[in-house]
C-alpha cells in the first residue's frame, strides 16, 4: 500500500481502498521467515511509494531517520497508522474468545492458485501434461472442512463454552501446520510450506503451489511434478482434518 497521509477523519481503510492496497502471497526476506515455512500463520505489513514520492534508498547511507522525517513520512502519518493497527490486531489476537483467523479464506486462493497452475502447465512447452485431479479434490474438502469449523465456531460463540473455545482456537491455531512437508521442497528442506514459497529465481517473491511449479518451469520434470502434486494434494487433505469436526 502507499504512505498514509490521512486527516484525523480519515481511517487507514479509507487510504487503502483509494491506494488499491492488497493482501499478497508471502514468500521470505523478513523476520515472518521460519515461522511461515514451518505452517505458523503469518503476515508482513508495510507500506510503500507511491508514485510521486521520493525514491527510498534502502540499505544505503542514505535510508536514514532524517530521510523519512523529511521525504519519506512527515509527520510518521504511516507509522503511527501502522502501528495502531498492529497494536490492535495484537491486543485482539491475545484477548478475543475466538481468534480472528478465517481458515475458509484459503478457498479461494487456493482455487486461483490451481488455476495459475493450469496456465503453467499449458504454457509449458511439452506435449507432457499433469493430472491436477488430487489437487482440486482436497480443496474441495478443505473447503468443506472450513465450513464445518465456521459452524463449530459459531457454536462455540454462541453457547459461550469454554471448552469448545478452546477446540475451536486450536483448529484455527494449527490447520495451517498441514500445509507443510517435513522434507521440504526440491534441493530446499528449509522451505516446507507447499502452498507458496519464495522461488527459485524470484528472490524473496513467491510462488505458489513451488513443489509443482518449479519441477515444471525449472526441471521440466512432469513426473517430478506429479509426485509434488500428490505431496500437496495430502497437505491440503492434513490441513483440512485438523478444520474438519
Known sequence: MYPYRGSSEQTLYDVWQATTGEFG??????????????GVA?????AGGGPDDPVYHYHSS????HWMATFGDP???????IGQYLSLLAYHMASDALLPLEPAAYVPELTSYLAELSETITSASTNETIDLSA??????????????????REQA??????????????KARDFSRGFTSQGGLP???FFQHLIFAPGLDTGYAPVTFPGVTE??????????AQEWVQKTADAILVAAAVLKT
Not at 42 to 46: A, K, L, V
Not at 140 to 151: I, Y
Not at 157 to 170: A, G, I, P, Q
Open 42 to 46: 503469518s503476515i508482513d505489513m508495510g
Open 157 to 170: 460463540l454462541s453457547s459461550n463454552d469454554t471448552s469448545l473455545l478452546t477446540v475451536v482456537n486450536h
Open 215 to 224: 519441477s515444471i518451469t525449472f526441471d521440466g520434470n512432469f513426473t517430478l
Open 187 to 189: 534441493g530446499r528442506e
Open 75 to 81: 509527520g510518521f502519518h504511516t507509522h503511527k497508522a
Open 62 to 65: 542514505y535510508d536514514s531517520y
Open 135 to 152: 489437487l482440486e479434490s482436497s480443496i474441495e474438502v478443505f473447503s468443506d472442512s472450513a465450513s464445518q469449523f465456521n459452524a463449530l
Open 25 to 38: 502471497v508471502l514468500g521470505s526476506g523478513s523476520d515472518y521467515t521460519p515461522f511461515l515455512h514451518r
